[in-house]
């Protein structure tokens, strides 16, 4: 994907790869005279932190102002490509029925089934986020006590860890981003897919407003020494070519409808209904999701 944009363009790329808070903090900490152009990450929360401190400046550009669809940009940053928080349940113990909407997980029906990871992980902030702007406030933090009262075990490890649980009985039923059960899907490891093997995947909140989509996304530095160039490359990674790199690589949804990607892994989900809140909204919502689910003692 890089190589192909300096192929195209002549300009030299030079990649600096890294935990995502630890880029954010590094390219604070360089300031003024710091040598980033462009920030790539995950996450809505976490591009709002990073828009939040300052660190990018809007990237204005016709090109991507029609590639990209309006809910999947702010002015100041640009999602790429999508994933979605569903419900993966063990079929064995939990009816598909039961687990429809993200707020079924908290009835108390399913008391002792729920594993997820920590409340203060930016996916669940985000997820958090958009269940405010949907519910508000009140219900979500209802919603969240009743989540916590239906905990398996306390929040530990990521959302594969989540998803082995499930599998193996541990919880009943985990909430994961998609491409943690796509990269399952599609192992070669023996294991990863006797995991996948009793499982049940739900969409949530279909007959609602939609399953929660979060996104990769990527910024241009305030003080970027190539700004047209790093704007430049923003419009390659919305050109189909790049949409299927970036998206498939990562077991994402291209942003870009015309991105012809085959994903086996995806393609046996289905498709879905998603959430159609702007990203930049549920971005802006997380720092109150933080104070609701500590509230709500989701840790
Ligand atoms: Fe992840």
């Not at 419009?235 to 990562?250: I, T």
Request: glycine residues 8%.
């Amino acid at each position: 994907m890089y190589a192909n944009f300096t192929k195209h363009t002549g300009i030299k790329i030079n990649r600096l790869d890294g935990k995502e808070d630890e880029l954010l903090e590094r390219i604070k900490n360089e300031g003024a005279n710091g040598p980033a152009d462009l920030l790539i990450t995950v996450d809505a929360s976490r591009l709002e932190v990073a828009d939040k401190a300052g660190l990018f400046q809007p990237w204005q550009s016709k090109v991507l102002e029609a590639r990209i669809p309006a809910a999947l940009r702010t002015p100041n940053w640009v999602a790429f490509s999508t994933r979605a928080r569903l419900i993966v349940y063990n079929k064995a113990a939990i009816k598909a029925d039961m687990v429809q909407t993200y707020e079924d997980l908290a009835l108390p029906r399913l008391k002792g089934q729920v594993c997820v990871r920590s409340g203060s992980h930016p996916y669940n902030l985000s997820l958090g986020g958009a269940m405010i702007a949907h519910l508000g406030e009140a219900r979500t933090e209802e919603w969240a006590k009743g989540l916590v009262a239906n905990f398996a075990r306390s929040p530990k490890g990521g959302d594969t860890d989540q998803i082995k649980a499930v599998a193996s009985g541990e919880c009943g039923v985990a909430i994961s981003n998609s491409y943690y059960l796509a990269r399952l899907m599609r192992s070669s490891k023996p294991e990863d897919l006797l995991v996948v093997k009793d499982l049940g995947v739900a969409w949530p909140n279909q007959k609602s407003w939609g399953t929660h989509i979060n996104v990769s996304g990527a910024g241009v530095i305030k003080t970027a020494p190539n700004r047209d160039a790093a704007i430049r490359f923003l419009e390659y990674l919305s050109s189909d070519e790049a949409q299927a790199y970036f998206a498939d690589g990562n077991n994402e949804w291209p942003v870009v409808s015309s991105a012809k990607v085959k994903n086996p892994a995806l393609d046996s989900l289905g498709s879905f209904k998603s959430d159609a809140l702007p990203v930049g909204q549920l971005a802006a919502n997380a720092v109150l999701a933080q104070k609701v689910f500590d509230r709500a003692g989701w840790r």
